[in-house]
Nanobody
């Protein structure tokens, strides 16, 4: 059974940093593309970053240069390192993968950027 469990969300001041974790079970994170999405209140869920099985990464223009996605194969975990956080980064962040024509989502972790 595929499970994705996010953690690391918190309240942080503008300009601060956070690292989110996505622990995978039932699949090999290194063998599948893992994605981060986020959903702010009243807005649609939007793609943030991806890491492929090849370790190739990509990030949305809105976070480019501030967010970095990475993977620890030994821990079967994908990370989202976020820096220079802005109030508009406030959202619930979700981990996602797409396997055999089905999307799998974690429960999400709340990131709030505020003074």
């Amino acid at each position: 059974q595929v499970q994705l469990v996010e953690s690391g969300g918190d309240l942080v001041q503008p300009g601060g940093s956070l690292r989110l974790s996505c622990a995978a079970s039932g699949i090999s994170a290194s063998g599948n593309a893992i994605n981060w999405y986020r959903q702010a209140p009243g807005k649609q869920r939007e793609w943030v970053a991806s890491i492929l099985s090849s370790s190739s990464t990509s990030t949305a223009d809105s976070v480019k240069g501030r967010f970095t996605i990475s993977r620890d194969d030994a821990k079967n975990t994908v990370y989202l390192q976020m820096s220079s956080l802005k109030p508009e980064d406030t959202a619930v962040y979700y981990c996602n993968t797409f396997i055999r024509f089905r999307h799998y989502w974690g429960q999400g972790t709340q990131v709030t950027v505020s003074t």
